[in-house]
């Protein structure tokens, strides 16, 4: 089956730590987004990637990086300069065809 | 930039109908999408509206003004499982730009 797949489900970051979230998806989408969601608030965009070896920040890229080495993957780094790391981050996927966008289950990272 | 706009929370009884409001900014403009998002979950699609109008699916509805960069969800007979967020998203310009409001909370209540 097709989807996507985000690894893993929860992470515990020390301070002053680089720590890597996965997104893997098989649907053969171009554009994939990483978002992060605050405790009942909305999702802002971190960084998206339309096509492989290129990317955009988007509202919040401070203290995030990102590659898109391969059409399937596009994983989030989170870096030390990230001051307030702690939040879901949820990866999605879109094909520019459709109208869909399909999202993995999330990673919660917190800061210990 | 872009820019969406909903309600932050909205309580409804059991069987009602319910609207949710997104009025949006954007530069370009490909279609309106909404989304549910159960706590702790990922958010899943529910409709998509490029043109003026009202698409239905199923107990969900969803219409479009683009002169009036205004859409709005309908569920009908509410069901207690339909408590959760709404986020209305809009594809801006750059085609695959996908941009979230910041979510509506529904409560359904007995």
């Known amino acids: 089956d097709g989807g996507i797949t985000q690894s893993p489900k929860y992470l515990f970051r020390k301070e002053g730590q680089n720590v890597t979230l996965s997104c893997e998806q098989n649907?053969?989408?171009?554009?994939m987004y990483w978002y992060r969601q605050d405790p009942g608030q909305g999702l802002r965009l971190i960084y998206y990637?339309?096509?492989?070896?290129?990317?955009q920040k988007g509202d919040i890229a401070e203290g995030y990086s990102v590659s898109r080495e391969k059409k399937e993957s596009f994983p989030l780094t989170v870096t030390s300069a990230q001051k307030n790391p702690t939040a879901f981050y949820l990866c999605?996927?879109?094909?520019?065809?459709?109208?869909?966008?399909?999202f993995g289950q999330g990673t919660r990272l917190t800061v210990v | 930039g872009q820019s969406l706009e909903q309600p932050s929370e909205v309580t409804a009884v059991e069987g009602a109908i319910v609207q949710i409001n997104c009025t949006y900014q954007?530069?370009?403009?490909?279609?309106l999408s909404w989304y549910q998002q159960h706590d702790g979950g990922a958010p899943t699609f529910l409709s998509y509206?490029?043109?003026?109008g009202l698409e239905e699916t199923g107990r969900f509805s969803s219409f479009l003004s683009r002169s009036d960069s205004y859409g709005y969800l309908l569920l009908q007979e509410l069901q207690m499982k339909d408590s959760a967020s709404y986020f209305c998203?809009?594809?801006?310009?750059?085609?695959?730009?996908?941009?979230f409001g910041t979510g509506t909370r529904l409560t359904v209540i007995p």
């Open positions: 999605a996927s879109f094909d520019r065809g459709r109208t869909e966008a399909f």
């Open positions: 649907l053969n989408h171009d554009a």
């Open positions: 990637s339309q096509i492989v070896n290129d990317f």
């Open positions: 954007t530069s370009g403009f490909y279609g």
């Open positions: 509206n490029a043109l003026d």
């Open positions: 998203a809009v594809r801006g310009s750059g085609a695959n730009n996908l941009f």
